[in-house]
């Protein structure tokens, strides 16, 4: 590679830059005395370094033979704090000179570029002390022979993923693998835990403990607002609640936020920052590199186009996420490391603890929402504690200006919220137990037992693991005719196994719980207008299906850092050409991905409700919630607003919950089933994160007030009875999430031994079985993991009922001549935004009856 | 106009008629087809045992899917009481299919069959005459103007109505697209959906159907949950 040296040389200044910097809490030289080895001593005073507090207190509650979490902000040295235990035991056994076989220490990590990264890092000083180990990677890139040799040969650190881990377990040869398996690390544990990708690990782990009853586990891990979820998560659950010790850092420097500021006006809705084009583009100048964060493909797509359009100065600006083509994104990651990059518009495919050169400020383009996110993305600015990062956010609309500004008031960046640990999935538990069945013969009693040790699984009922062993073997039907076909059958001995070794192979091609969605390649080519059948050129990278969907031969999209013209589908591939003109059709712009967090709505809601608070905000965001104090009221921090009023010949009623667009648009739905049934006649409704509005043809207003239609009736708790089942029933989210619980439970294949199936080529549509299955057996196990995973996950039913309960009898409604100024914004959504789950057949008979009246008009 | 008078034509149950050769066909929703003057009901790719059939391979999919196109058939039956039944060919998953038929889904499938003529036309699924069932076997049948096959033929074939293929149509409104089973015709020829539980469609844009109709003439008969939509060629997306 040619930018070998001068990366190791950036890495090396990076690990020097960790170990050196004291921070609040000082280096203790004596303690480190008794604790390290005279080598590691040596080592530190060779370079004139001190071991930090944080590294020495883990070290000895590892040598203590306990189980650790270290919280730190990013670039306090958690890596090698986390290593430190392992380094040390192993330099001394090697003394010992007892041969080993198994893995000592396995490293877990959420992205195998991390995994790549910890490993360059973590040669320097064992190869510096001279130490005697050995240490591999092994991720789904590992060529076959080399896993082969792994498994014969085992390092003495392996570094993996979650994924690996399933399939190490799932073998044959576990037990004598991880014999000697001392410790477990699990690096940015905070976002691996809260995903099904956690819920695996976390089988995983109970495994490793079966297995190695003395493992021990180290935890590293951003700031968290809940540490004990964490702690509770790396050691057994065995009816208390153990927790694993911690060891905490606080602070660093805090970085330096700021929002940006602009003569420009902001817009009042939207998620393209057009607006703030020069400020962005100053700031890049006064840059030596910049990292530019947005939430969505699309939105980096437009801004770096934009971005573009504007670089008089031929700044080195690159693309990067997760729908490139691999090569073009190892190029910017390459580019980036050597320096070579003034800026990087990016998605969350930067995200996590990578080392990225010498970034000196991050830009966040869109509101605070997941802040856990942006602290990693602020905190990649400087790997140095002692500095403060620099960040500059851009809100993309008022709205997010609010949000912005409460987030820095309430000093909330930095301080993470992430999402509630939840209880473990059935789709993923089924995964594990074939696995496990792959691996050797189990008794029900004892998998059940290592199951509920860990912490997803900890109130897990028997008889649910009684069903999903059953789902597992034969499908759990209530029809019980595939005894013959079953995959794991109960033995003589009552241990049940694998009935055929096709079993144990399929298994591990499908293992794992990342689902990707269906997508095609995007292939340019020369030859414009010959649709589909054009000649092939370079593939771009991949687009999701459901995108093209709706697309029609000529439509311009953005992809790439370019404007492509649609050509047609070919097999699995999209045909594109370059389009003429600067700018695409097709916004393609699918909503802010993560719904603002219930601590951040709060905040916004009491700034709002509060005009002393006010002046922190530009003016022009200030002027507009002034009048609209003055033409309706301010929505208050207790209450919920309602305002109807007339508009064409429709009337529109705006609330504003705060509650984040996914429970906003479970609300719309059901609000519009009760409306329809009080025959206001609805039409459509459209959610953001902050308001949700509904129009129909009836004027709602004089209904709510001439007391047709109670508003405590209409807002009732008891709509997530009834109605919430009868729309799920019939909802397209649930046989989206149901796709997804096949494929993870492996009641579908993702992919069949010796070929890859795509998304378009699945056998039998999961929606067509998803009917099937509902029809004959609505409470089948899998069933009930859809539903489960559909109310945390799709329609956030939980924070809808919450504020459902605390608005009761704090409904405040303004019936009005026109719309108000906190309406607009999401009054300007409308037409942009598809709505979601409007009925198909309405869309067919809608077309049908337009067709036959087109042509009786010919006739 | 002759695609006005096709197209208007809704009937009752929500069938759509059109004429093929000559033969007036009423295409029912549920994806059968009804020769009204001949009293011959044809229906096609029914995958019966398409469950077990993956589950021999260790998908275990819910194996319900026989029952529920057994009930569809016999409501279809129930509404037309048709003096012959067509088949159209893959009525079996696999060629053990009809052998490994449960047995209270074979009588269920008997007393649909009894008193009246049932015709099975094989298919590449299920070469054979169907284990221990009733009926007639044949490659394919000729009709008045009509022929019936499972494949259709590359070329364009005057009367014939195929299965085969599982044509769906796609339609996109406001940013979303349906995708239904269909019905597709230019007049002288329909390929008719698949009518099994568990067989999706394949978009009548793609390539296997090209050159099978007269693109002007073209059109699709959308099968909703209550009633048939027919839609233009220019409607239709891929």
């Known amino acids: 590679m040619s930018v070998g040296i001068k990366e190791n040389l950036a890495r090396l200044q990076w690990i020097i830059t960790l170990t050196v910097v004291s921070i609040s809490n000082a280096p203790i030289a004596d303690s480190g005395a008794t604790l390290l080895p005279p080598l590691f001593l040596n080592w530190f005073q060779a370079k004139g370094w001190s071991p930090r507090a944080h590294q020495l207190q883990l070290l000895e509650q590892a040598q203590a033979g306990n189980s650790a979490l270290l919280i730190a902000p990013t670039g306090a040295g958690k890596t090698l704090a986390g290593f430190l235990p392992t380094l040390v035991d192993l330099a001394q056994r090697g003394k010992s000179n007892a041969p080993s076989r198994g ?166 809705a939207g998620h393209s920052a057009v607006y703030a084009l020069p400020g962005i583009y100053e700031a890049i100048k006064r840059h030596a590199t910049t990292l530019i964060f947005v939430n969505t493909r699309s939105q980096a797509e437009r801004l770096f186009h934009d971005l573009w ?82 960040a500059i956010l851009v809100p993309a609309n008022r709205f997010e200006v609010m ?36 691996a050797e013969p189990f008794q029900a009693d004892d998998l059940y037992a290592e199951v509920r040790t860990a912490l997803p699984y900890a109130a897990l009922p028997r008889d649910t693991f009684d069903r999903i062993i059953e789902f597992v073997a034969t499908g759990g039907y209530a029809l019980k005719s595939y005894e013959r076909f079953a995959k794991i059958r109960q033995t003589a001995d009552g ?83 370059n389009a003429e003109g600067f700018d695409a059709k097709i916004p393609s712009y699918a909503g802010g991905k993560f719904p603002l967090t219930t601590y951040l709505a709060d905040q916004v809601r009491s700034m709002l409700a509060d005009p002393a608070r006010w002046g922190a905000l530009p003016d022009q965001v200030s002027d507009w919630l002034r009048i609209q104090k003055e033409k309706s009221v301010l929505p208050q921090p207790g209450s919920l607003l309602v305002e109807t009023f007339p508009r064409g010949e429709r009337s529109y009623m705006v609330i504003y919950p705060f509650e984040g667009r996914l429970a906003h648009q479970t609300l719309g739905m059901l609000l519009t089933r009760r409306l329809e049934r009080a025959k206001a006649r609805p039409l459509g409704f459209i959610a953001t994160d902050y308001a949700l509005s509904i129009w129909g043809l009836r004027d709602m207003g004089r209904m709510f007030k001439k007391g047709e239609l109670p508003l405590s009736e209409l807002f009732d708790e008891d709509m997530l009875g009834d109605d919430l089942e009868a729309w799920l029933s019939e909802s397209f989210m649930l046989k989206r999430t149901f796709r997804n619980c096949a494929l993870i439970s492996g009641l579908v294949e993702k992919r069949h031994p010796g070929q890859e199936k795509t998304g378009r080529q699945v056998t039998v549509s999961t929606d067509l079985i998803y009917d099937v299955l509902r029809e004959h057996e609505p409470d089948h196990i899998l069933i009930q993991a859809t539903r489960a995973d559909a109310a945390t996950g799709l329609l956030d039913i939980r924070r809808l009922s919450d504020m459902l309960s605390r608005i009761k009898g704090h409904i405040v409604h303004k019936d009005l001549d026109q719309i108000s100024p906190l309406a607009v914004p999401v009054m300007m959504e409308i037409g942009k935004e598809r709505v979601p789950g409007e009925a198909h057949e309405t869309l067919l008979e809608e077309i049908a009856d337009e067709l036959t009246r087109e042509m009786s008009d010919h006739s | 106009m002759n695609l006005v008078s096709q197209i208007t034509k809704t009937m009752l149950h929500g069938a759509a008629e059109m004429v093929v050769a000559g033969h007036r066909c009423v295409c029912d929703p549920s994806g059968a087809m009804y020769l009204e003057d001949d009293r011959i009901l044809v229906v096609s790719d029914l995958h019966f045992e398409k469950g077990s059939s993956f589950a021999r391979r260790g998908m275990l999919l819910p194996p319900y899917d026989t029952a529920n196109t057994l009930a569809a058939l016999g409501r279809v039956i129930a509404r037309y009481n048709p003096a012959s039944v067509i088949s159209l ?4 998953h696999d060629g053990q299919a009809a052998a490994r038929l449960p047995e209270q889904y074979a009588s269920a499938l008997g007393q649909l069959m009894a008193g009246r003529e049932w015709i099975w036309i094989t298919g590449n699924h299920d070469p054979e005459h169907p284990a221990d069932l009733p009926g007639e076997t044949f490659t394919e049948l000729a009709f008045g103007n009509l022929v019936f096959r499972h494949e259709p033929s590359k070329k364009p074939c005057s009367g014939e109505i195929a299965g085969h293929l599982h044509p769906a149509a796609k339609v996109v409104r406001r940013g979303q697209a349906v995708q239904r089973r269909c019905f597709v015709s230019d007049q002288t020829r329909m390929i008719m959906p698949a009518f099994g539980a568990y067989t999706g469609g394949m978009n009548i844009l793609s390539r296997p159907f090209h050159g099978l109709f007269d693109a002007q003439a073209i059109m699709a008969y959308m099968l909703g949950s209550k009633r048939v939509y027919p839609m233009t060629a220019k409607t239709l997306y891929i």
């Open chain 1, 495 to 577: 241990s049940w196994r694998v009935t055929h070794p096709r079993i144990a192979q399929q298994y591990r091609l499908n293992v794992g719980t990342i689902i990707e969605a269906p997508s095609l390649n995007v292939r340019l080519t020369r030859q414009r207008g010959k649709g589909a059948n054009a000649r092939g050129g370079p593939v771009l990278g991949k687009v999701e299906e459901h995108f093209l969907e709706a697309l029609t031969p000529g439509d311009t999209f953005f992809f790439s850092g370019r404007v492509l013209r649609f050509e047609g589908i070919r097999e699995n591939e999209c045909i594109v050409s």
């Open chain 1, 309 to 390: 359009m504007a670089n008089d100065d031929n700044l080195a600006i690159a693309l990067h996420h997760g729908s490139l083509d691999v090569s073009k994104r190892r190029k910017v990651e390459q580019a980036m490391a050597a320096n070579a990059l003034r800026a990087v518009v990016a998605t969350s495919t930067l995200d996590l603890g990578i080392d990225w050169g010498d970034v000196d400020l991050v830009i966040h383009v869109g509101a605070p929402k997941g802040a856990s996110r942006l602290a990693q993305r602020i905190g990649r600015s400087n790997h140095r504690m002692d500095e403060p990062s620099r």
């Open chain 2, 89 to 92: 060919g893959d009525s079996f």
């Open chain 1, 103 to 268: 893995i000592h220490t396995l490293y877990i990590s959420p992205l195998k570029a991390l995994a790549v990264d910890i490993q360059r890092n973590l040669a320097k000083p064992i190869e510096e002390m001279g130490l005697n180990v050995t240490l591999e990677t092994r991720t789904g890139d590992t060529p076959a022979y080399k896993r082969q040799r792994q498994k014969l040969a085992p390092p003495d650190i392996l570094l993996t993923t979650p994924e690996q881990l399933a399939l190490l377990i799932a073998s044959k040869d576990a037990g004598r693998f991880f014999e000697d398996l001392r410790f477990v690390i699990f690096d940015e544990l905070h976002s691996l835990v809260t995903s099904k990708r956690g819920y695996l690990l976390s089988l995983g782990l109970a495994r490793l403990r079966r297995l190695q009853p003395g493992v021990q586990t180290i935890g590293l891990s951003a700031t968290v607002a809940e540490p004990d979820e964490l702690r509770g998560w790396l050691v057994p659950q065995t009816g208390g609640s153990a927790l694993a010790s911690l060891v905490k850092v606080e602070g660093g420097a805090k970085p330096h936020i700021t929002i940006l500021e602009t003569e420009d006006r902001v817009p009042w």
């Open chain 1, 403 to 438: 949000e912005c500004q409460a987030a820095l008031d309430a000093n909330y960046i930095g301080a993470q919220d992430t999402p509630p640990l939840g209880e473990g999935s059935l789709d993923v538990l089924a995964q594990h137990v074939l696995g496990m069945a792959c």
